[in-house]
């Protein structure tokens, strides 16, 4: 949480060195997470908490002053402009895709391995108390995760992503 606290830093500076937050979904073994070393710098393809990402920046963005509309410039408008996706992702709009989230930034929960969603039932981030949950979740208009259904149960149908490749995006 030290790191998620001093990116923020910067970029509340008048030169912001950052401009964007980004998760890399980078599954691997727990093995090459480096887990018993204790080593994050070591650990292959980062940390697991894709499904914490968002809880987590705004549990330490809130205790800056950040608001949800600077969490959702930094991890939507300003990854899909410095990803060449800008016009069709990164804010709501007429002809963008809607790939929404509902989040209660107000509800608590603390992080345990039985709510692990991911192959690999690891991360640092057990036991850490954080603000706010995802309730929902839609791809290109699409509910493809409920909060409300019980246990794995969560996720509805089968995954709708596809890959985005640059040379086949309209500019």
């Known amino acids: 949480m ?11 500076n008048e030169n912001p060195i950052i401009s964007f937050i980004v998760s890399d979904h980078s599954p691997c073994t727990p093995q090459l997470k480096e887990i018993d070393s204790g080593d994050l710098e070591k650990a292959w393809g980062g940390i697991s908490a ?12 809130k205790k800056q002053g950040f608001d949800l ?3 959702s410039r930094l991890m939507s408008l300003e990854t ?3 990803a060449g996706l800008e016009k069709r992702k990164g804010q709501i709009a007429v002809g963008y895709d809607a790939d929404l989230l509902i989040f ?7 992080i345990s391995n039985d709510m692990i969603k ?3 039932k690891i991360t640092p981030y057990v036991g850490r108390e954080v603000l706010g949950v995802v309730k929902r979740t839609y791809v290109r208009g699409h509910l493809v995760f409920d909060d409300a259904y019980a246990n794995n149960k969560q996720f509805i149908n ?9 040379h086949e995006l309209k500019t």
């Open 104 to 110: 209660d930034e107000k509800k608590h929960f603390e």
């Open 2 to 12: 030290h790191a998620i606290t001093r990116h923020l830093e910067l970029y509340r």
């Open 50 to 61: 894709l499904q914490f990402g968002l809880p987590l920046i705004w549990t330490e963005a």
């Open 118 to 120: 991911h192959r690999h």
């Open 158 to 166: 089968n995954p709708i992503g596809k890959p985005i490749l640059k």
């Open 69 to 71: 509309v600077d969490i």
């Open 80 to 82: 899909a402009k410095f």
